[in-house]
């Protein structure tokens, strides 16, 4: 076991980390908890992702003032440039998931090892991860 | 939130566009140590090396600054050190992510031997619990 460098988050995982009024909310933030303090004993050592394929399906716009809370704990983005696009074609031929899961697939592929990612639907992920043969730490929310 | 944090973030947020001289004094060996990075090919420039690690020092303060600004308007949102901890444990992939109870009493007990104890400081305890207890 090593310590995680990126967090991935899932369409659910960013629904609850934006309200706090969600019954998750406390759970996703316990995680960027769990990165802030890392990230201050060393910096730079771990990051929150979440793929811009998932921002569309949860509906986060950056310029929306609804999006506040998601902007400023520093949350980047991951891109699906032509690259991402293509691995992501490729899963989703592969395994019939939503596009957005598909780009999930393609962000392990971008970023730092080891990953983790917040999921509401542990299943696809692990046929993902079983797919690409990457480790990968689901956490279930 | 306030507004030198509001500030920070935006700046945080901008392109890297324009840039500025600026002196710095850098204790020798850090500047020889990035030098010899350089070389090695671990970095373009000293210039990058020293803009990464204070972006990624800012990013880490004004990560810590914006979750205290939101626990102080959501106070009842602010996970306790033991589930930081379980959180922990879980996105490493950690056994002990499946003993909750082992990083409750970890949790709860670290402060004997550690002031100001960390996520990461609970499941070394925590570790140390388990390995006691098999």
Redesign the interface.
Known sequence: MSQVKTVLLDNEAVQALADPGHRKHRQVIAVVEALAARNLRRVGSARLVVPTAVRVEAGWNRRSPKGAVLNRLRVGDEPLDGDAANRAAGVRAALAVSVADAHLAATLAATTKPHAILTSDPDDLRRIAKHLGVELAIVTI | ?SRDLERL?DLL?AADEDTAGTSIRLPTNLRDAAVVAVKLGWASSTTELTV??LR??L??????A??D??YQ??PQ???DLA??????A??????LAGRPDLVRRAAAEVDTVTDHP???DVLIYAAGLAAAVA
């Open positions: 939130m973030l947020d990464h690690g990624y020092a990013e880490a303060y004004a990560q810590r914006v979750l600004a939101h308007a959501h949102v602010r996970p589930e930081v901890a379980l959180a922990t879980k996105i490493d992939g950690s056994a960390t996520p990461d």
